[in-house]
């Protein structure tokens, strides 16, 4: 994969300049903050490429156990779609600037599969923590509207009437591995439409703490994410010393900001690491060297290869792992009453009630604070409470 100039407003950052217009100055002329993880999903998208038959493996992606499998699901995905008649383009260069009214809005599609007047625009995300949705998906939304305004995809006359927008992430927890969000031309305009807007309304000294901020280039120095920290520990320390507990206002203020700190103070750790590792000392830290581990140097179908000629057994060699019931009720195969008879086989274990933001999904649990304290009188119930102190 070679080393591409991203445009201020691409549409892998689309989203970042909408939430925090200011980041397109803050980041001008910054270099890209390295990272393990950034460093794997560059060799991810190499390696997706060299299997879809666009160049060589990479060097080094042996080093991440399990990349040749998570990366095999979107090869098999585009595989399948092939054989089904579709035309692949990989790697595909567009300008959606005619649909978002910026010229710096060019960017590179991992995925367009044609078939007819439907186009499939797909992006492969090798990250395990955050699910992306590909439905308001901004960086899809802007690659599909360069899709149907390039030529050498669609010859004049053979437009397309119907898009597909997909996320393939292999890794992600608790969800699919390849999402989609279909979408007519019309519905696709209006979004666009949207974004287009969004863009000529930013206020471009206009900065935000959030979400957005975990690919910023300029986050490290940036004076309002430094602010949420900064104002966190001057409430803390009024805390303490008060002895007072926060009010609900407060206290939602907190938990509101929460995030940007903690990513704060991971940045910190990262540069700290940094300057050690250039010979610069932070006093009272130090780098250790981390534990190694050994792992095969072949992928899986070359290792059994090797284990067969060494007389071992599959059973010794990969022991199999019983599914969870997730898992076997995804084989396609299973019959209704099949399925039916499944849920009788297992048992629903309780899961730990977990703090969201109220937009969150999921439905919000309702207490009734008086059962706490059901069986105390009102005397009781009232010294309870004047003995209990905030620490």
Request: one cysteine or more.
């Amino acid at each position: 994969m070679s080393v591409r100039a991203h445009d201020a407003c691409s549409p892998s950052s689309l989203a970042r300049r909408l939430a925090c217009p200011g980041s397109m100055a803050a980041e001008e002329g910054l270099p890209d903050l390295p990272s393990k993880y950034s460093e794997e999903g560059d060799i991810a998208h190499e390696l997706l490429e060299a299997l879809v038959g666009q160049g060589h493996r990479p060097k080094g992606y042996l080093d991440y156990p399990g990349m040749y499998t998570s990366v095999k699901v979107a090869v098999d995905w585009v595989n399948k779609h092939i054989e089904d008649g579709y035309k692949l383009y990989c790697e595909v260069r567009v300008y959606p600037s005619s649909w978002l009214g910026r010229d710096d809005t060019k960017g590179y599609a991992d995925i367009v599969l044609v078939k007819g007047d439907h186009a499939i625009v797909a992006d492969y995300k090798h990250g395990v923590g955050t699910v992306v949705d590909p439905i308001g998906n901004t960086q899809l939304l802007a690659l599909a509207a360069g899709v149907v305004v390039d030529p050498t995809i669609h010859q004049p006359g053979s437009g397309t009437s119907s898009v597909s927008l997909v996320i393939i992430q292999p890794r992600a927890i608790r969800t699919e591995f390849i999402r989609s969000w279909d979408l007519s031309m019309e519905e696709l305009r209006e979004e666009c439409d949207d974004i287009k807007a969004g863009l000529a309304a930013m206020v471009p000294w206009a900065t935000s703490a959030g979400p957005q901020c975990k690919y910023c280039k300029a986050r490290m120095g940036c004076p309002t994410r430094t602010g949420a920290y900064n104002n966190l520990e001057v409430e803390a320390n009024e805390m303490r010393s008060s002895g007072e507990e926060p009010s609900a206002e407060l206290l939602a203020g907190i938990l509101d900001r929460a995030p940007f700190a903690r990513a704060f103070l991971d940045d910190m750790a990262q540069l700290a690491s940094a300057r050690i590792s250039q010979g610069v000392a932070v006093p009272g830290y130090k780098l250790i060297k981390g534990v190694g581990r050994r792992k095969w140097g072949l992928e899986d179908e070359e290792l059994m290869k090797k284990f067969k000629s060494m007389k071992l057994t599959l059973d010794e060699c990969a022991p199999r792992k019983l599914g969870s019931p997730a898992q076997i009720e995804k084989i396609e195969k299973l019959t209704i009453k099949q399925r039916a008879n499944l849920t009788k086989l297992w048992c629903s274990t309780t899961g730990k009630d977990k703090l969201v933001v109220e937009t969150a999904a999921g439905e919000a649990l309702v207490f009734d604070s008086s059962e706490a304290f059901a069986d105390f009188t009102e005397a009781e119930e009232a010294e309870i409470i004047e003995t209990v102190t905030f620490i």
